[in-house]
Structures are given as structure tokens and as C-alpha cells.
């Protein structure tokens, strides 16, 4: 049995760690397979703002940096910034995956410009940093959004009447005024409306957690992992003193 352990950004309760599980529903996995979702031990409130994407990847980094030691084949990050990509790959032998950069460059095998499609303007810098790293903003059409205030822990439950049209206008705007050829899920709480906005759109919708659990699953097969080159070992590893900052920010919270 290879357990891939996907960590969730916030903390929360099982019962709305159970509305991320759901990511699963609907995705073929072979018997060996077996996927095991962690909350943060304490985090950012929402990632809005680059003050969020620092609190964002220290919580991440701890939650899963002893994953190898603990029987995981591989990790996966619940949130398309990829919050804790970089600082995992530098201390974990087994592959590291964020849906973020993975829903882009998946983008571009099936179209040949994208758009995002987000809840909040306010994320705009979450894309923005992805974009830029990867050197693709002119492959980026556009980020709409709906302007209407995410819940990352109920997610998109109960909101359906409301969101799910906002969000299919502005995907058309997207494929009609902006050109995309590709549509990307802007965060991972929106995989409710995956299904709703496939059947109606005439490009492709990438529901980016759901993509990156399929990219990890075909990297285990083929036995690849990240470039040591590119994330080098850390000289001098503190995580004694992370998982002691992560405790003390749990207790209080």
C-alpha cells in the first residue's frame, strides 16, 4: 500500500475536512493507493495577502516535512499556491506536488492560452507569483473573477443557486472576450462546481486538487521525483524548531 498524504491549509474540523476529501469522488485509482488528508496545526486565516503566503508555507512545510519517515509515497498541497512546494522538496526524497503550477503547465497540453477563474479578486497575487515564476504570463488570458467571499471551510456548500452561475458568466467572458482556450479552477474550495461548469463550457475545466492527486499517482508509477539540483538539502535542518513555533501558534489559537 503507497499512502500519498494531502495536506490541507487551515486547520479545521473532520467534518469540513470531509468537503476536501470529496476532491476524490469520481477518480479511478489502483488497490495499492491510498490518500490520507492532514490539517495545518495552525495557519493564515485566508491567503489574501503576502502576509498569508508566508504564515501559508511555514504551516504547510511543518505539516508534512517528516512525511517520508512516516510511510508516505508522495505529498500533495490542498491550495493552488503551492504554498510549502519548495521547502518540502528540499527536505523529502519522494515527490512534492502543488496544483497551482501543475494546473498551468497542464493548461498548455490542452490549449494554447488559459484562464483562471477565481472567487476574489484578492487572490490576483497568488496567481500573479505562480505566473512569474514559471515565466507565463503571456499565456495567461485573463483572471476572472466573481467577487464573492470564499469560505475555505465550508467551501462552495449551499451556495450552489448563487455562485455556480457567477461562475459560468464569468468563465464565458473568459473564453469569448479573453480568449482562453482552457479554464483553471482558481482554488481548490471550488471543486463543488467542477462538474457544473464542464457540462456547459465549451473548453476544457481544470479542477486543479483532483489534477494534481493523477500527476502524483503517474509520477509514483514512473518512479520520478524532484530534481536534487534544484532543491538542494538543507545545511542545517530546523525542524525541531518548527514543529515548537506550529505547537505554540496551535495553543494560541
Not at 63 to 70: D, K, L, N, S, V
Not at 87 to 112: E, H, Y
Not at 219 to 227: F, K, P, Q
Request: with cysteine; hydrophobic share 45%; aromatic share 6%.
Amino acid at each position: 500500500m503507497k499512502k500519498i498524504l494531502t495536506i490541507v491549509p487551515f486547520a479545521m474540523s473532520p467534518e469540513n475536512l470531509s468537503l476536501r476529501q470529496q476532491q476524490l469522488q469520481g477518480l479511478q485509482f489502483g488497490p495499492d493507493l491510498h490518500f490520507e488528508y492532514r490539517s495545518v496545526k495552525a495557519g493564515p486565516v485566508n491567503y489574501s495577502s503576502h502576509h498569508d503566503f508566508v504564515l501559508a508555507d511555514a504551516s504547510i512545510f511543518e505539516a508534512g516535512c517528516r512525511a517520508q519517515q512516516e510511510g508516505f509515497a508522495a505529498v500533495c498541497i490542498d491550495t493552488m499556491s503551492d504554498s510549502g512546494v519548495a521547502a518540502l522538496r528540499s527536505v523529502l526524497d519522494i515527490p512534492v506536488f502543488g496544483p497551482g503550477k501543475v494546473s498551468m503547465l497542464t493548461a498548455l497540453m490542452l490549449g494554447d492560452r488559459f484562464s483562471i477563474l477565481a472567487m476574489a479578486s484578492r487572490w490576483k497575487p497568488l496567481y500573479k507569483k505562480a505566473l512569474d515564476e514559471l515565466g507565463m504570463h503571456h499565456k495567461c488570458a485573463s483572471v476572472r473573477a466573481i467577487e464573492v467571499s470564499p469560505d475555505n471551510q465550508a467551501l462552495l456548500s449551499g451556495k450552489e443557486e448563487e455562485v455556480f452561475p457567477l461562475l459560468a458568466a464569468a468563465a464565458m467572458k473568459a473564453i469569448e472576450i479573453d480568449g482562453a482556450d482552457v479554464i483553471i479552477l482558481g482554488s481548490t474550495t471550488m471543486h463543488q462546481a467542477h462538474a457544473h461548469l464542464q457540462a456547459r463550457l465549451p473548453v476544457p475545466v481544470i479542477n486543479p486538487g483532483p489534477l494534481s492527486y493523477k500527476i502524483a499517482e503517474s509520477m509514483l508509477a514512473l518512479g520520478h521525483t524532484h530534481s536534487r539540483s534544484a532543491y538542494p538539502r538543507p545545511m542545517h535542518p530546523r525542524l525541531d524548531m518548527l514543529s515548537a513555533m506550529m505547537d505554540a501558534a496551535k495553543a494560541a489559537s
